[in-house]
């Protein structure tokens, strides 16, 4: 009753996410982020043991990031997905100018199209998957967004495929071959 109890950093984390959440809720939120509507945004990701990439349908505008060694043998592949989703989002939701932006984030992995409706991680078992997940929490908060996440087979996936893979071509040199390979994703 009178002593007191030690919280965990994570715990404190997710609290001060609930809190941004019924300070949101409280001012009111538009039925434009909590109905099924048309995406302003497409994206799409992909990653490999080597690295991610994504990019934005509508803008044409791309990335891709090359993991050190270590990235490489910690982070399992469905994390590395999971990343390249969230990073995605970071990216085009704040060029995406609509006043309520929908994000389309389309991937071949199951389980980050999972994690980006509903994630429920142990901090203790998963630290990185819940910090993820809260990063893209805050985000989707910040840009009064919505996103939608879609499953693709993973062989339809080339441009994103690209560019989480061939770190060994300059981004002229995959610019090139996407644009030779497959000229209707651009």
């Known amino acids: 009753k009178h002593g007191s109890a030690k919280i ?46 994504g990019y934005c349908l509508n803008t044409g505008q791309s990335w891709r990031y090359k993991f050190t060694k270590q990235e490489r043998e910690v982070f399992s592949l469905n994390l590395k997905e999971f990343i390249g989703s969230v990073v995605n989002g970071k990216i085009f939701l704040p060029l995406d100018d609509s006043p309520y932006p929908c994000l389309l984030s389309i991937g071949d992995s199951t389980s980050a199209a999972g994690w980006l409706q509903k994630s429920n991680f142990d901090p203790n078992c998963h630290p990185i998957h819940a910090e993820v997940a809260r990063e893209h929490a805050r985000e989707i908060m910040k840009n009064n967004a919505c996103d939608y996440s879609q499953h693709i087979p993973g ?17 002229n040199q995959l610019i090139s071959m996407i644009y030779t390979v497959s000229p209707t994703f651009l």
């Open 8 to 53: 965990p950093d994570d715990t404190r984390k997710d609290l001060q996410l609930w809190i941004k959440f019924l300070e949101r809720a409280r001012k009111g939120i538009s039925i434009n982020s909590v109905i099924f509507r048309r995406p302003t945004s497409l994206t799409m990701s992909d990653a490999s043991e080597y690295g991610i990439g």
């Open 155 to 171: 062989v339809t996936n080339v441009v994103a495929d690209s560019l989480s893979r061939d770190f060994h071509l300059s981004n």
